[in-house]
């Protein structure tokens, strides 16, 4: 028999996920209207709601927000497109490769939805000169966007919440996350090379045009504040070479100052507020034009779902699916097939966020209660799983949303099916490669 | 609109919220418009008079991108000769055209110079009859075709546009650039 408190959290959870899939109540106050009835009714009594928030992932998504919202001010992500645009010379194929290299690069150290709000209207734009179908475009720079995001602690929410919660360093990721990131970025290029190269073929005297248009965009004109973009780049790069030395700062500063503790570190949100502080001082920004900007939806969103999987944790469900994985999994390698392709799989259609917030407590679960499964590994096929599976669907991950919401907007329609044959085919391909890499390193 | 359309549209407005907006007029700033992007472009016709003093270094730009060959013509009014003659005879009227001849060719020599250091080929043509008529049977020749804001004159602090090229715009079938 199922205690009714353990149906009860059951139920709201998948309520909550259900109207998170569908959207007509905003996601944030859906998952804040389960998480208040959950602490209502007693389930996650008021006193642990905030044991429940994990706040290294709430406080660095807010820094990384601040340190972009006070850098796109200045112009830098439009001054970044025409630049792309401008490298490709006309060429249609090398517009393909380039825009999502520089969409994957950017999203792996930048949030992937400013990312692409900003990268596509430039990618539209070359399209219409090339008078060429933008569709292939516009999917590439998603899928770039999700392999791109995967290849960093800061690129993708789901990577920001295993790290907080698993205390993944931003180098762990970078050794192990990055090199999956890049050929799976590889394996999706060949694979719109196959599928689209044959109609992106444009003759010498088209090209000639195309590189003349877009020759005559001037990049600097896009900067809107000379000094606040060289700021910017600036205060990036600080924040970058912070990342990569929050683990061993203390031991870095200890050289030149030996009074610092070499037993220092930096947590990934303490380097990312430090960002925001720097650049909020350094630019002189109107700290209530920025703090406006900050997607409190999010943040709350990301609350909300922390109370409930939170009902799932005091409830026992998480701990009772834990056992029913450990129970028909005998290895780690098993763990991690699992794992990997149920987050892929569940992400494509329940976006990745809600879906990861649900798999960490498991995975912590997993970790008390077998001793023969290392949950390590388990985190990285987590990660594979979450970021890549979020390009199954059209609804897999926030990216997808907001360049098929431009597309619709821009009179650009691709459909469901559309984006699944091109997705589900890249989804199986990319975590597949990754699973097997991981394999290799584990 | 289906369920998927309404879907992607519903959850793009909760994740973007009203952003995408700003981008595109942050854009808008610095990317060509529509009329600016049309492609196959080889022929423009860019009309002149005495109230069109110069050209706008964009519009030098865009005449560059495209590579394509700018026809200059430059039209007498030929209604305000006759009228010219009727009150001042005809030796005034005359005077008059010569004048405007003179005007018309000084303009199109210094801006077919500008276009010719910029690597483009012009054409100069001057002849007197009536703007709106002429140049919408010109155009018919052209790609694009490029209008002064003050062409035809008559542009006064109330108007944005001068009426001539106001009608231009609207009966020319071709592909305007209004600068």
Same mark, same amino acid.
Request: aromatic content about 10%; proline content about 3%.
């Given at each position: 028999?199922?205690?009714? %408190? ?16 569908? %959207? ?7 998952? =804040? ?11 996650? #009594?008021?006193?642990?709601? !905030? ?10 998504? =807010? ?9 796109s ?7 970044l497109?025409?630049?792309?645009? &401008? ?5 249609? /194929? &090398?517009?393909? !490769? ?24 430039m990618? !539209? ?5 090339m008078?060429?179908?933008?569709? #292939? ?20 929410? #789901? ?40 109609? =992106? ?9 195309? &590189? ?16 606040l ?15 990569? =030395?929050?683990?061993? /700062? ?12 070499? @037993? ?13 502080a ?51 999994v @005998? ?21 990745n ?47 997808n ?42 | 609109?289906g ?6 549209n ?31 472009v ?7 008079d ?34 010219v ?20 060719h +000084? ?28 140049i ?25 546009? +001068?009426?001539v ?15």
């Open positions: 028999m199922i205690p009714i %408190e353990t149906l009860i959290a059951v139920v709201i959870f998948l309520l909550t996920y259900a109207l998170i899939i569908d %959207e007509r109540i905003h996601r944030a106050v859906a998952a =804040m209207a389960g998480a208040a009835v959950l602490v209502f009714i007693g389930i996650v #009594p008021w006193d642990s709601v !905030l044991e429940n928030i994990d706040f290294g992932t709430i406080f660095l998504l =807010m820094g990384m927000m601040i340190i972009v919202n006070v850098a001010n200045s112009g830098l992500f439009e001054y497109a025409i630049r792309t645009a &401008k490298a490709a010379n006309g060429s249609p /194929i &090398k517009v393909l !490769l380039l825009f999502s290299i520089v969409t994957a690069v950017t999203s792996a150290f930048l949030d992937n939805v400013t990312t692409v709000l900003l990268m596509t209207p990618l !539209l734009y070359i399209a219409k000169v008078n060429l179908n933008p569709i #292939p475009f516009l999917l590439a720079e998603i899928m770039s966007s999700n392999v791109g995001g995967m290849a960093t602690l800061i690129g993708d929410p #789901p990577n920001i919440m295993i790290a907080s919660s698993a205390g993944l360093t931003f180098n762990e990721f970078i050794f192990i996350m990055t090199p999956i990131a890049v050929v799976d970025l590889a394996i999706v290029l060949i694979m719109f090379f196959v599928m689209y190269g044959r109609q =992106m073929r444009v003759d010498d005297s088209e090209k000639k045009i195309i &590189k003349k248009t877009i020759d005559a965009l001037d990049e600097r004109a896009a900067i809107k504040d000379e000094t973009f060289k700021k910017s780049i600036i205060t990036l790069v600080i924040v970058v070479a912070l990342f990569f =030395m929050h683990n061993n /700062i203390g031991e870095l500063l200890h050289f030149v100052l030996p009074f610092v503790d070499p @037993s220092m570190t930096l947590e990934p949100a303490e380097v990312a507020l430090i960002g925001a720097i650049i909020l001082f350094w630019s002189r920004s109107s700290p209530e034009m920025i703090f406006e900007k900050i997607e409190w939806t999010a943040l709350f969103f990301f609350g909300g779902l922390f109370v409930l999987v939170g009902g799932l944790i005091n409830t026992g469900v998480i701990s009772d699916l834990a056992q029913i994985v450990i129970n028909n @005998s290895t780690t390698g098993e763990a991690m097939f699992v794992i990997a392709w149920f987050a892929a799989i569940a992400s494509a259609i329940v976006d966020i809600p879906l990861t917030a649900a798999l960490i407590p498991l995975i912590h679960d997993m970790g008390v209660t077998s001793t023969a499964i290392d949950t390590y590994p388990l985190w990285w096929a987590l990660s594979l799983g979450a970021c890549l599976g979020g390009n199954g669907t059209a609804i897999g991950a926030s990216a949303v907001v360049v098929l919401g431009i597309g619709e907007r821009e009179g650009i329609k691709i459909t469901f099916v559309d984006f699944l044959k091109v997705g589900i085919l890249a989804m199986f391909l990319t975590v597949a490669v990754g699973l097997g890499i991981l394999y290799l390193m584990f | 609109m369920y998927y359309s309404s879907l992607i519903r959850k793009f407005k909760d994740v973007v919220g009203n952003r995408y907006e700003g981008v595109l007029k942050e854009y808008r700033e610095f990317l060509l418009t529509e009329e600016e992007v049309v492609k196959d080889k022929s423009i016709l860019l009309p002149l005495i109230f069109v003093k110069e050209i706008p270094e964009e519009l030098y730009e865009l005449f560059g991108i495209y590579g394509a060959e700018v026809t200059l013509v430059y039209i007498s009014d030929r209604d305000a000769i006759a009228m003659g009727e009150i001042l005879g005809e030796d005034a009227a005359r005077e008059y055209a010569e004048k405007k001849e003179k005007y018309g +000084s303009l199109m020599d210094k801006i077919s110079e500008e276009l010719e250091q910029r690597g483009i080929s012009a054409k100069k043509r001057l002849f007197s009859g009536h703007k709106l008529d002429n919408e049977i010109l155009a018919k020749d052209y790609d694009l075709v490029a209008i002064s804001l003050n062409y035809g004159g008559g542009r006064g602090d109330d108007n944005e546009i +001068s009426p090229a106001q009608r231009l715009v609207h009966q020319v079938n071709k592909a305007v650039v209004l600068y």
